[in-house]
Nanobody, 123 residues
Framework: VQLQASGGGLVQAGDSRRLSCAAS??????VGWFRQAPGLEREFVAT????????YYADSVKGRFTISRDNARNTVYLQMNSLKPDDTAVYYC???????????????????WGQGTQVTVSS
């Protein structure tokens, strides 16, 4: 599975942005979004189960970000609203190896990673 993350860019605080993660082939596995800011470890952002029925968010983005998927298009989205400067990071999508019924928050649960897309939020 190859993943292509896109949609990043420079935005102002309070703006919205939608990231996309397109898979090279059909994947009905759990997908997660992670982010990494300079000098910091990669952190969990959001995850969605294989059929989209289960989602989970980091506390820092809960209520502002929404993860969704369109399996017919092999694409997972991350809608980001009310962006803050602290959201500045490279955002990565990844596909988990485990049971697609569940969601996973640890990067070690994910096998395939996209190349990342930069999101910069100015104050």
């Amino acid at each position: 599975v190859q993943l292509q993350a896109s949609g990043g860019g420079l935005v102002q605080a309070g703006d919205s942005r939608r990231l996309s993660c397109a898979a090279s082939g059909r994947t009905f596995r759990t997908v997660g979004w992670f982010r990494q800011a300079p000098g910091l470890e990669r952190e969990f952002v959001a995850t969605i189960s294989g059929n989209g029925g289960r989602t989970y968010y980091a506390d820092s983005v809960k209520g502002r970000f929404t993860i969704s998927r369109d399996n017919a298009r092999n694409t997972v989205y991350l809608q980001m609203n009310s962006l803050k400067p602290d959201d500045t990071a490279v955002y990565y999508c990844a596909v988990a190896r485990g049971d697609a019924y569940y969601y996973y928050t640890s990067p070690t649960e994910y096998d395939y990673w996209g190349q990342g897309t930069q999101v910069t939020v100015s104050s």
